[in-house]
């Protein structure tokens, strides 16, 4: 047996589950391995195209710019500023998408348009056809495709590479949300294009050796997701179900995450009454969204009976 002195062996152990992972996301996601990369979960995924695509950027001295709606997820709006992006949005009408004016937006080809499926904070997920009509314009913008949020309907990884094969167009996803590993920061971004891959390391971004051999072992487990699935439904039901106030508008959703519409007080306001009831969400404010919202988890139906309760202590 050959010994190996090229480095500590533990990194060989790291190199070896790495490569066993990208293969496995690759067979999954019926790409060529070297499409595929893992990161430390989906932020992480994230972190890495934008940094990528704004070095890329300024090496064709191309202004970095980016394009996204006004309801997305509210880490993106961070890191976006973080790496110096000049930032469009594109405002939804109430919580449904602005596809038609997302179209005439990427006339202006931006470096990055970026979009969650399912919406996160909405948990809406946007009609396929729709989508397509969006791909259909991108032009040379490279368009990150957010795919973390579970939805019994998601189809965001099926048939797009066949249709868009030669777009700039990345599919980023987690294990946070469709396993509950949230904890163990795996995710990965399959690219559509080589040259994508190629600008980020390998191993910058890797996950933990024994979170990636932590996933590989429940991939199979399809129960784990059809259980999350089935308490978003819960909470689903449970919140269409309830007599909620006329100054609340619950946003159907049967995704992680679903908004709160309130007419009298104000996101914020409502998230700190909340938190002296012993409820703790987040505020339109913090989501960088208006602050009429506030946003739930929906995976935990069991307390929504008595969330509801203290929801309507708030406004009394």
Known sequence: M?????????????????SDFQEELARRNSVEKELVRPTNGATGALGA?????????????????????????????????????????????????????????????????????????????LP??????????????????????????????????????????????SFSKSLGLVRDRVGYFVSFQKATVDLIHPYVHAPHVRGMETVMGMLDEGQITAEIIRRNRESNEILQRSKTRTDVTYHPSISNFALLELS???????????????????????LHIPDKYIRIDMGQPKTLPTFLKALDKVFE
Do not use: W
């Open 2 to 18: 050959a010994i190996d002195l090229r480095a500590e062996p533990e990194y060989g152990r790291l190199v070896k589950v790495f």
């Open 264 to 286: 009298s007080i104000s996101g914020e306001e409502c998230r700190q009454r909340l938190e002296k009831e012993g409820y703790i969400v987040k505020s339109g404010s913090q």
């Open 128 to 173: 396929q056809k729709e989508l397509e009509e969006i791909l259909a314009h991108v032009g040379g913008t490279r368009v990150i495709i957010d795919c973390t949020l579970v939805h019994p309907e998601k189809y965001c990884s099926s048939g797009l590479q066949e249709k868009f094969g030669d777009k700039d167009i990345v599919l980023v996803n």
């Open 49 to 125: 195209l934008l940094s990528a695509t704004r070095i890329d950027d300024a090496n064709k001295d191309k202004p970095p710019t980016a394009l996204l709606a006004s309801l997305e997820y509210f880490d993106v709006f961070h890191m976006l500023s973080l790496c110096g992006f000049k930032i469009t949005t594109t405002q939804n009408r109430g919580i449904l998408y602005p596809t038609k004016e997302v179209i005439k937006e990427l006339e202006t080809q931006p470096s990055i348009f970026y979009l969650s499926i399912p919406n996160n904070p909405t948990g809406n997920l």
